[in-house]
């Protein structure tokens, strides 16, 4: 009798090793899937953040060749009593095209409709490119402005600008 006690003994034995030896199978299998799914998380939070990081150089490096510059004689702005417009002239002094239809303009820091806002190329092209000049003809709120000092903002697309202040 002895001897059957010790087999049955034997065989819970070994069934105990293969259910723990299961069960570290079940959970290492475990381990590696959430492995799997926090890398897949993670790799693509960081190509958003490669992604988004591309852009913003492009952005900043458009924006660094970008220029504007408003080459009117402060002291003397050209005003058209006909339509109450006051005429700027803005040169792309950049190395970057704009174009014109995307120029915002801010007099005394209220923007200009469109509406009340004119563009032109002296060469009649429809691209701004590098040394060109364009021709704005401004109508600002109040028109015509209030004798004094005030200050014109005209912005690029791609958020550059150039300023300048004159007297009316």
């Known amino acids: 009798m002895k001897n059957i006690h010790i087999l049955t003994m034997g065989s819970i ?8 030896a299961i069960t ?15 890398i897949t998380v993670l790799s693509s939070d960081v190509q958003s953040i490669v992604s988004s990081s591309s852009v913003n150089s492009k952005l900043v490096a458009q924006q660094m060749r970008t220029d504007i510059t408003i080459v009117n004689d402060p002291l003397m702005v050209p005003y058209d009593t006909s339509g ?9 002094t950049g190395r970057t ?7 915002t303009v801010l007099v005394d820091g209220i923007m200009v409709a469109s509406t009340n806002l004119e563009t032109e190329l002296i060469d009649g092209d429809v691209v701004w490119r590098p040394g060109d000049v364009l021709v704005l003809r401004v109508i600002p709120s109040p ?4 004798p004094g ?6 912005v690029a697309e791609n ?7 004159f007297k009316t």
């Open 159 to 165: 958020g550059k600008s150039g300023s300048m202040s």
């Open 24 to 38: 570290h199978m079940i959970f290492f299998i475990v381990a590696i899937i959430l492995a799997m799914g926090v």
């Open 149 to 154: 000092d005030h200050r014109i903002l005209v």
């Open 13 to 20: 034995s070994r069934c105990q090793r293969a259910e723990t």
């Open 97 to 103: 095209e704009l174009t014109p239809e995307f120029i």
């Open 84 to 92: 109450n417009s006051y005429t700027f002239y803005a040169k792309n």
């Open 143 to 146: 028109s015509p402005l209030d």
